[in-house]
C-alpha cells in the first residue's frame, strides 16, 4: 500500500480509536472568527486545557478565521462528522432551529450580567435542542454589545434607506429591512472584502469585528446601541461525544466550563478597548440618538414577539424564566 495511504488510514483511525487503548485522538478544529480575535485565542487555550486534562489524549488543533471551513459550513461540519469539533456564532443557525435565536432578542439582555442571566435560562432548551441536530455544545461565549456601523452621520431611519447593509443571520437581515435598508448575509471573514468593494455599506456588529476587519479603511461612525450580546458555542459531534469513556468527557468539560468563564471575562474586559481603537483611528463612536433608539426599540419588540411565535413554547420558557429570576 502507498504510503500516503497508510498514512490517511493511520490518521483516520486516530479520531475514532477508543482512548483506553492508550492512542491519543486528534481533533481538527474550526472555528469562524479571525485568529487574533479572543474567541479564536481562547479557543487555543481551551485546546491546551483539553489537552492537559486528559493528560494528552485528546488533542485538539485550532484552525481559525474560518481557515478548514467556512463559518457558514462548520455546523454541517460537525454534524456530519467531517470534523468532530468546531466553533460558530448560534443565532447564525436560528433560521434552522429558531430557538437559537434566544440571544438575539433586542433590548431584552443588554449587560454581561443579564446576558449570563439569559443563557442560564435558556441553556436547557437549547441542548435539547442542540441534541435534535446531532450536537453537544461544550461551551458558549458572548461578543460585546451589538451597535451599528456606518459611513456617515446617522440620525434615525430616515437617513438610512436604500443602505446596503451587511448581515450575520436573519434576525439581523429583518432588522435592517425594518430600517429601510438591503441586507446581503457576509461571514466576518470576509467583511473588509465587501466593505472595500461597496457589496455593503453598513453593518450590526460589536467594536470586536469592527477592530478585527479594520473597517475604519470604509466606514466612519459607529452607534453604540448594545441590543444584545450574541453567542458563539464550541460544539462536538454527538456521537464522537457518546464514544467518549466518563472520566475524558468530565475532563473536557472542566476545560469548557473554564474557558467559559475565561472567554466571557475576556470579552468583557475587551468591549472599552475596541472603541478606543475605533476612535483612534479616525471613527466618530457615540451613543445612537434618542429618536433612532426609539425605533429601533419598537422593531425590537416586533422581533421579539416574531421569534415567540417561531420558537414556540419554549422560546416563550427561556423569558419567562429569565424574568422570574
Ligand atoms: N461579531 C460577529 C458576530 C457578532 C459580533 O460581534 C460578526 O459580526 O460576524
Not at 504510503?3 to 490517511?8: D, H, R, S, W
Not at 481533533?27 to 492537559?52: K, L
Not at 429558531?98 to 435560562?121: C, H, M, R, V
Not at 456617515?152 to 429601510?180: H, M, P, W
Request: glycine residues 8%; negative net charge; contains cysteine.
Amino acid at each position: 500500500m502507498a504510503n500516503f495511504l497508510k498514512a490517511g488510514i493511520a490518521l483516520a483511525l486516530t479520531t475514532t480509536a477508543a482512548i483506553a487503548d492508550g492512542h491519543a485522538q486528534n481533533w481538527d478544529m474550526p472555528m469562524a472568527y479571525a485568529a487574533t480575535n479572543y474567541h479564536s485565542e481562547q479557543g487555543v487555550i481551551f485546546a491546551d486545557r483539553v489537552r492537559e486534562y486528559t493528560d494528552g489524549a485528546i488533542n485538539i488543533t485550532v484552525h481559525p478565521g474560518g481557515s478548514l471551513f467556512g463559518g457558514g459550513d462548520i455546523k454541517r461540519a460537525v454534524q456530519t462528522g467531517q470534523v468532530p469539533i468546531g466553533e460558530r456564532f448560534m443565532s447564525a443557525h436560528a433560521n434552522e432551529a429558531p430557538l437559537l435565536g434566544w440571544d438575539n432578542l433586542p433590548f431584552i439582555a443588554t449587560s454581561y450580567a443579564d446576558n449570563a442571566k439569559l443563557w442560564d435560562a435558556a441553556r436547557d432548551s437549547v441542548n435539547a435542542q442542540l441534541a435534535d441536530l446531532n450536537l453537544v455544545a461544550l461551551y458558549t461565549c458572548p461578543w460585546p454589545g451589538q451597535g451599528f456601523y456606518f459611513n456617515k452621520e446617522v440620525a434615525s431611519s430616515a437617513d438610512t434607506q436604500g443602505i446596503k447593509f451587511r448581515s450575520y443571520n436573519s434576525a439581523t437581515a429583518t432588522f435592517a429591512q425594518e430600517l429601510g435598508m438591503i441586507p446581503v448575509q457576509i461571514e466576518a471573514a470576509e467583511l473588509s472584502q465587501a466593505l472595500a468593494t461597496g457589496v455593503a455599506s453598513s453593518f450590526i456588529s460589536s467594536g470586536s469585528t469592527g477592530y478585527d476587519r479594520k473597517v475604519w479603511e470604509h466606514l466612519s461612525h459607529y452607534y453604540k446601541v448594545n441590543a444584545w450580546l450574541p453567542r458563539n458555542y464550541v460544539m462536538v459531534n454527538t456521537q464522537v461525544w457518546d464514544e467518549l469513556d466518563d472520566a475524558t468527557k468530565s475532563a473536557i468539560q472542566k476545560a469548557a466550563d473554564e474557558t467559559a468563564a475565561s472567554c466571557a471575562a475576556k470579552s468583557e474586559d475587551l468591549a472599552n478597548f475596541y472603541f478606543e481603537e475605533l476612535e483612534k483611528n479616525g471613527m466618530t463612536v457615540e451613543n445612537a440618538s434618542p429618536e433612532f433608539l426609539k425605533e429601533l426599540e419598537t422593531i425590537g419588540e416586533k422581533m421579539t414577539k416574531e421569534w415567540l411565535v417561531n420558537a414556540g413554547d419554549s422560546g416563550q420558557a427561556i423569558i419567562d424564566a429569565y424574568n422570574a429570576n
